[in-house]
T-cell receptor, first 111, second 114 residues
Framework: RKEVEQDPGPFNVPEGATVAFNCTYSNSASQSFFWYRQDCRKEPKLLMSVYSSGNEDGRFTAQLNRASQYISLLIRDSKLSDSATYLCVVTFSGGYNKLIFGAGTRLAVHP | DAMVIQNPRYQVTQFGKPVTLSCSQTLNHNVMYWYQQKSSQAPKLLFHYYDKDFNNEADTPDNFQSRRPNTSFCFLDIRSPGLGDAAMYLC?????????????FGPGTRLTVT
């Protein structure tokens, strides 16, 4: 079983749609959680951290359920510029931060 | 303005011909990482430096080596590239402390093996 699992997609949605991505992780000792965004042939960039209480950044909402080992990302009012691959990431702290990446969910927003 | 710089951006090498990829950072972060990412796959950590301490992932092939001569620079050496080593190689940095800190990625070096 992969440490971090995501639906690869692609999710094809029209502009303005709401889309949700899910992610599960296998190691209950995981301590920190993130969503990264990766554009085609570019490097990953941090989109947002994910906190147990849930957090929102503009059109983006992230949720964490530690009991179910489940993370979600909700994008409201999708824009063309949201088209990218979204990587679910967990980490174990302790001197350095080893990021464990999911393979990513591809989002394509069309006019 | 650039924080994590990788050179070259594109590298073509021949099967079996040693190649070195470089990474530099202006963030003064003490941890530097090398990842390998193949098409449609997750980035895979190869190794990292915590200051001068080298930490290899258990499944990283011996073909991959790294050097960190100072805080700012880190190199990835592939001693005998095979066709399966064609990938994007990403360098990242982070600082340390309590809690988890963001990793800053360079733009990557896309390696082609002919």
């Amino acid at each position: 079983r992969k440490e971090v699992e995501q639906d690869p997609g692609p999710f094809n949605v029209p502009e303005g749609a709401t889309v949700a991505f899910n992610c599960t992780y296998s190691n209950s000792a995981s301590q920190s959680f993130f969503w990264y965004r990766q554009d085609c042939r570019k490097e990953p960039k941090l989109l947002m951290s994910v906190y147990s209480s849930g957090n929102e950044d503009g059109r983006f909402t992230a949720q964490l359920n530690r009991a179910s080992q489940y993370i979600s990302l909700l994008i409201r009012d999708s824009k063309l510029s949201d088209s990218a691959t979204y990587l679910c990431v967990v980490t174990f702290s302790g001197g350095y931060n080893k990021l464990i990446f999911g393979a990513g969910t591809r989002l394509a927003v069309h006019p | 303005d650039a924080m994590v710089i990788q050179n070259p951006r594109y590298q073509v090498t021949q099967f079996g011909k040693p190649v070195t990829l470089s990474c530099s950072q202006t963030l003064n972060h003490n941890v530097m990482y090398w990842y390998q990412q193949k098409s449609s796959q997750a980035p895979k950590l190869l190794f990292h430096y915590y200051d001068k301490d080298f930490n290899n992932e258990a499944d990283t092939p011996d073909n991959f080596q790294s050097r960190r001569p100072n805080t700012s620079f880190c190199f990835l050496d592939i001693r005998s590239p095979g066709l399966g080593d064609a990938a994007m190689y990403l360098c990242a940095t982070s600082r340390t402390g309590t809690g988890a800190y963001e990793q800053y990625f360079g733009p990557g070096t896309r390696l082609t093996v002919t």
